[in-house]
């Protein structure tokens, strides 16, 4: 019993883990890609309503200025979008014997076409599991910075970068913890 108790534990971490690595690939790939389009749209309005249609230097190196002044903001927007997006695609996939089920109102039936409509209940829960989770993280990365650096303040070395790395880490264990926040979501093997 404990035997298997054990290969069960060692499968359901190889599956939260392929799990995670295919979200957070995912979310990583689609928020800079839509970050990425968000700055080029505003550097392109900003440079088409200066009605100067030359390009000299000084131009270009204005417009990379603009790209990477609206990069950081545009990724904050686009991460959650691709946040709420990211969450259809965790069901239903097969990965290492198990997947993740959502299941109908009644906790039942399981869904096996999941429209956006259907996640909105399982994101919000989920979306605070990872405000909680990212928040500790904050708390202990302050405890850190306090103790063993330079800096006086959070505001000085926070950013959208260290943000996106405490979501990608926290996304892990609010995988493991959402069967057990939300009824509606349950582990099956396959």
Do not use: H
């Not at 996640?119 to 405000?131: C, D, E, P, T």
């Not at 264990?173 to 959402?178: A, G, N, Q, V």
């Amino acid at each position: 019993m404990i035997c298997y108790s054990l290969i069960t534990k060692k499968l359901m971490g190889r599956f939260y883990f392929f799990l995670w690595l295919r979200w957070a690939s995912r979310v990583t790939l689609k928020s800079l890609l839509l970050a990425a389009l968000f700055s080029a749209i505003i550097t392109t309005f900003t440079y088409i309503t200066q009605a100067t249609f030359s390009l000299s230097a000084e131009i270009v190196d204005a417009l990379v200025d603009i790209f990477v002044f609206w990069f950081p903001i545009s990724w904050s927007i686009a991460l959650l979008i691709v946040l709420f997006r990211s969450l259809k695609y965790i069901f239903n996939n097969c990965l290492d014997g198990y997947e993740l089920k959502l299941l109908a109102c009644n906790a039942t039936d399981v869904i096996e076409v999941i429209g956006y409509g259907d996640l909105v209940k399982v994101w919000r829960r989920w979306f605070m599991l990872i405000i909680w989770l990212v928040g500790a993280q904050m708390v202990v990365a302050v405890f850190f910075t306090y103790m063993f650096s330079r800096y006086e303040s959070v505001f000085e070395w926070f950013s959208i970068y260290w943000l996106f790395g405490f979501i990608l880490s926290s996304g892990y264990f609010s995988f493991i913890l959402l069967g057990a926040r939300c009824k509606r979501v349950k582990v099956r093997r396959c």
